[in-house]
């Protein structure tokens, strides 16, 4: 898909959210002095989700079509695609229901995270991946996947998961498992703790990024723990993403000094 072009301000964004990236950028859409009109679509997948700027509205569109459609119909002049960097169907929803409509599209996604000296990581390509290397690496298991997905990890018998989600996961589930809900962020010195009141041999997570959850890595690495890491999901081919509000401001033509640029 080409890359949008330079457009005059839009009065009506609709925005896939439910990451932090997202809040902030309904935030400063909804005081900017342009009067932009935005409207955020969680997918209701989490019970009591944070308070959101602007209009929300809960549940899916019902696939690429049903997304083109809710945009013609709500007359959206930008759609901007703020979700986990772990979302792919969304993002390929978004990405067919711009080519459909012609409505912009600009995709959010904070940077991934990158090893430093210290880190013992192992990257993997998916979940599957990730529960085949386990058994060489430790037996007590901090898993910080999500609540989806488990499934990968239920065949394993022989380790013991302390898996933390914001709500409580879906089965199946490895047969040791005990769950812990929380929501970040996390400091270092919590996390450290954690890991060494369950004492924990080796931690699973995916490559979200940001800060919010970045300090089991820096508590791992001091530790000398190994750390399996699941990569992201590139963005569909032609679509490039941008990392911060600012940078979706400007494409949008709604930066402070007025530029509009596709970076």
């Known amino acids: 898909m080409p890359e949008p072009s330079p457009q005059p301000p839009r009065s009506h964004v609709l925005l896939l959210g439910g990451t932090a990236e997202a809040r902030r950028l309904a935030a400063a859409l909804a005081a900017h002095p342009a009067g932009i009109r935005v409207t955020t679509s969680l997918a209701g997948r989490t019970a009591r989700p944070e308070a959101m700027a602007g209009e929300v509205r809960i549940g899916g569109f019902g696939g690429a079509e049903g997304l083109a459609e809710w945009l013609r119909a709500h007359r959206v002049d930008a759609l901007v695609d703020a979700t986990h960097p772990f979302a792919e169907s969304i993002t390929a929803n978004a990405v067919r229901a711009a080519a459909a409509t012609g409505v912009p599209l600009v995709l959010l996604r904070r940077p991934g995270w990158r090893p430093v000296p210290g880190d013992r990581w192992y990257d ?6 990730a529960a085949e290397v386990l058994p060489g690496l430790g037996d007590r298991v901090f898993l910080t996947t999500g609540r989806l997905g488990l499934a990968a990890f239920a065949p394993l018998t022989a380790q013991h998961f302390l898996v933390r ?16 809900l929380a929501r970040g962020p996390f400091t270092v010195a919590d996390e450290r703790e954690l890991l060494r009141a369950h004492r924990i041999e080796v931690l699973v997570t995916k490559d979200s990024g940001g800060e919010a959850t970045a300090a089991k890595l820096t508590a791992a690495r001091e530790l000398g723990l190994p750390v399996v890491v699941v990569r992201r999901p590139s963005p569909p081919e032609g679509v490039t993403a941008v990392s911060d509000t600012a940078a979706v401001l400007r494409r949008l033509g709604l930066a402070p000094d007025g530029t509009d640029q596709t970076e």
């Open 124 to 129: 993997v390509p998916s979940l599957a991946a």
């Open 165 to 180: 989600s914001v709500e409580r996961p879906d089965p199946p589930l490895p047969p040791h498992t005990e769950v812990l």
